[in-house]
């Protein structure tokens, strides 16, 4: 390549991530586990296109020659403009409107895959990342909201929070709509307004919300957020809501909102969903410290109709401090969702887990709790290849230790002994095996524990007496691998 050629620079871009083994391995991880809840819960598995027509994503209807604010999209050859699923309910909600004849009613279903949004990215927020989501489609009981938000903590759990490190918290979309009508909030482009404004209490607070609800807030960039612009009674009304204080159990929580803000039908009704929900968490022993209600969680999504939930981490660091991780997951009812495709209302609850934000959650719930980044992905042990006479003889070693289902590999660059262990040790290979010609003679294997050798060689610092120690290092017959090998990795 001549230097005057292109050479395109190596950069990933903005809100894309490259992920090695470690983060890989901890979603396959969530995903198993948490797959397994749902399907005890009796939910099947769906998988949906990548793709939807853009005007099926909801949100985001085509309004310009080109839709794609919020989404990724483009034109196909008919002339139709498509895009990259925003999240895993709008392609449910296409996929039941379009079988519906054809499905069990309620449709109990669980989805995980890759989902993309046209955002700005920010620190743990990704522009590709993928979710995890459980639905029911065909039911209007509250019941139904209960069940998702139980399965939700199981979910949790299953996927490693440890015990008290995370709340689903809930609430009444149209508890909300109550308290904003009681303000005078009516118009639906100044609702939504609001809605986002509370959405964001977690992160900005009482004073920011207050911001956000009148005139606006200026964040520390310089950037400008436009507010909903209420009157400074109407304001009152909903910080009075969304600060509410805390109630020692759900049932006193209802109490406080119904003696608060009861008094329009919306208001009543939501109440008593809340209350229906809260029996059925009883029933299926959800206590009051794993699922709470919180009015400022409302979800910032439009097409939410009734209940919404949200799971938050906060888990006590080092320092013995509160760490908040913020959310992992949410959802909620979304009654019209299906009905804007055959026009019929069709009720339908689900939960999402943000399984790329969940690995995150849990790297720092690991480093929060003794110190650590959280463990790297185990590598396979490594066959050292000192001879091109013997790569036969290498690769036989290391089938017979995949065949006892252990993962192998022959070293298959072209450097020596030194680089060959430092590869195994970057790989964070749990041993390597040694196959020269004294041991292809004598039909033996050295086997070196990595594991304690890495252990070992913290402890000594004297170079010398590193090598007079050798540690880990053993010599048996080729027949004993196998079992010389499995009880390094499971560390006998």
Known sequence: MSDTEFRPEA???????????????????????????????????????????????????????????????????????????????????????????????????????????????????????????????????????????????????????PEGGAVLKMNNRKLVNGVLASAGVTDAGQTLTVLRAIDKFDKFGAEGVTLLLGKGRLDESGDFTKGAELAPAAIDTVMRYVTAPGQTTRGAFLDWLSDSFSGSAETTEALAELARIDAALKGMGVSEEQARFDPAVVRGLEYYTGPVYEAEIVHNGLDGKPLRLGSVGGGGRYDDLVARFTGERTPATGFSFGVSRLVVALQQLAWASDGSKGAESRGPVVVIAFDEAAMG????????????????????????????????????????????????????????????????????????????????????????????????????
């Open 393 to 492: 003889e290498y690769f036989a070693v290391a089938r017979q230790l995949r065949d006892a289902g252990i993962a192998a590999e022959v070293y298959l660059g072209r450097s020596g002994m030194k680089a060959q262990m430092k590869y195994a040790d970057r790989r964070l290979s749990p041993a390597a095996v040694i196959i020269g010609g004294d041991e292809l003679a004598a039909g033996t294997v050295t086997i070196k524990d990595l594991d304690l050798g890495r252990e070992m060689a913290s402890k000594l610092k004297d170079h010398d007496a590193w090598k007079s120690e050798r540690p880990g290092q053993v010599t048996v017959p080729r027949a004993e691998m196998v079992d010389v090998v499995r009880r390094i990795i499971e560390g006998a």
């Open 11 to 161: 950069r990933s871009p903005r809100g894309f991530q490259d992920r090695r083994a470690r983060d890989l391995n901890a979603e396959r991880r969530i995903l198993d586990a948490v797959s397994k809840v749902y399907e005890r819960w009796g939910f099947e598995p769906l998988d949906t296109p990548a793709f939807e027509f853009a005007d099926a994503l909801g949100k985001f209807l085509p309004d310009s020659d080109r839709p794609n604010e919020g989404v990724f999209a483009l034109q196909d050859d008919d002339e139709q403009w498509m895009a990259l699923r925003y999240d895993l309910t709008a392609p449910l909600a296409r996929f039941a409107a379009q079988n519906w004849e054809t499905l069990p009613k309620p449709f109990r279903r669980y989805a995980f895959g890759t989902v993309w949004r046209n955002e700005k990215p920010g620190p743990g927020r990704f522009r590709e990342f993928i979710q995890c989501d459980a639905d029911t489609v065909g039911s209007d009981r509250p019941e139904a909201d209960a069940e998702i938000v139980a399965m939700a903590v199981q979910g949790l759990e299953a996927a490693g929070i």
